[in-house]
């Protein structure tokens, strides 16, 4: 019976992070944020405050989760959800804008380390935690459908109609997210400690004590940060060469392709080191962004879109799961959020801030370039994780 709900609740997890994802206004978000702002950098700096509240709330959250279990967890962040989509919706002003961001980070850290936990611990409770990278390469997908099928239909949706009503129509999808998270079922039962002290102190202090884990929470951090900052800025370098209706197809592509490369993530791990997909993907993700940009032209998009095919997002979970401790997992897993959202607040801010005083595009291609130094990190850390057998059951070169 527990084998039986460990499968259901994987499935469960899938449609809830599916409908979580579903959100028809994104394409437009920056351009909306913008409009209300009157500038580029205060409506990236909606992201930074979103950012900013998820980076505070990452370690309680993550805290929580190991306390009154995963299943509550995601109920919570499926309520937040809700709200931070009505706030989007009647908001008029920079005010009100930071109170969607507040919710809306909430919402995150609701979900950041535990939802990975969530299919961890079910995966466990089969005894088949080898299948880990393969299992969470297809739940991850679904947020990629589901960003394709809204960057799609939100595209003819806002051809159609305001940015009000496609953010209104926008809820229907987390009210069902909410009622799937009610049939959830919990994997075990959780110690509920109530000394917070000790709570916090100690999955900080796992966290220390592991260097390996250190060093790749640093190169993750900046490499996550960067290429958030520029996956929420494109849609600004893509009005510049294509029509308002259409800015919704390139993040169409773009999530079609995460799609396939999370989903295919198995296959590939078994032809292919982890080390060399990482050093592919990421060379490619450079080399395909400045080339884009530099185009300036109608195929600019395609171009930029197409590494989306070589996703590497199933390998850092499936390494930074072994790495976490069982009691503390989904508290780890928040504390190298908490590093990457602080990160993130102060480099998409910087990434507004050259838009403004210089160009987009000079901006962008500026980003792409500081790749190279987590890129080089990360390949260092994996060396070294090959000198200590740290993994020795992963092909990680």
């Not at 920056?30 to 950012?51: E, H, P």
């Not at 997210?177 to 959830?184: A, D, G, H, R």
């Not at 294509?242 to 078994?270: D, M, Q, T």
């Amino acid at each position: 019976m527990e084998k039986d709900n460990a499968r259901k609740n994987v499935l469960l997890l899938a449609l809830i992070q599916f409908f979580n994802q579903i959100n028809f206004y994104s394409v437009i978000i920056i351009l909306y944020f913008a409009d209300i702002t009157g500038s580029y950098m205060l409506g990236m700096s909606i992201f930074s405050i979103a950012t900013i509240s998820t980076a505070i709330l990452e370690v309680p959250t993550g805290i929580l989760s190991d306390r009154i279990g995963r299943k509550k967890t995601i109920v919570l962040g499926s309520i937040c959800s809700i709200i931070s989509n009505i706030t989007l919706l009647i908001t008029y002003n920079y005010q009100l804008l930071i109170v969607y961001a507040i919710f809306n980070g909430l919402e995150k850290s609701l979900f950041s380390g535990n939802n990975d936990a969530y299919v961890y611990d079910n995966l466990k409770l089969k005894a088949e935690e080898r299948t880990y990278v393969g299992v969470i390469g297809k739940v991850k997908s679904m947020t990629y459908l589901a960003s394709a099928i809204s960057a799609l239909i939100g595209g003819v949706l806002l051809f159609i109609f305001s940015y009000k009503l496609v953010i209104a129509i926008s809820i229907i999808p987390k009210i069902i997210q909410l009622i799937l998270s009610i049939k959830l079922k919990e994997t075990k039962k959780y110690n509920a400690d109530n000394n917070l002290i000790k709570n916090i102190k100690l999955p900080f202090k796992e966290v220390i004590k592991n260097h390996i884990l250190m060093r790749k929470i640093l190169a993750d951090s900046i490499m996550k940060s960067i290429n958030e900052s520029c996956y929420q800025f494109r849609t600004t370098f893509y009005q510049i060469v294509w029509v308002e209706w259409a800015l919704g197809i390139p993040r169409v592509l773009s999530n079609i392709g995460a799609f396939v490369s999370n989903w295919i993530g198995e296959k590939v791990v078994s032809k292919m080191s982890r080390k060399n997909i990482i050093i592919f993907s990421n060379t490619y993700s450079i080399f395909s962004n400045i080339l884009g940009a530099s185009l300036q032209n109608v195929l600019s998009p395609i171009v930029m879109v197409s590494n989306s095919l070589f996703q590497t997002e199933y390998i850092d979970a499936e390494i930074e799961q072994k790495l976490y401790k069982d009691e503390y997992r989904a508290s780890m897993g928040s504390i190298k959020s908490l590093f990457e959202n602080c990160f993130f607040s102060l480099f998409s801010v910087f990434l507004g801030v050259l838009a403004d005083n210089f160009s987009i595009i000079a901006a962008f291609i500026i980003f792409q370039l500081l790749r190279i130094i987590p890129l080089i990190m990360t390949v260092k850390i994996i060396n070294n994780m090959k000198k200590q057998n740290y993994f020795g059951e992963l092909k990680l070169t």
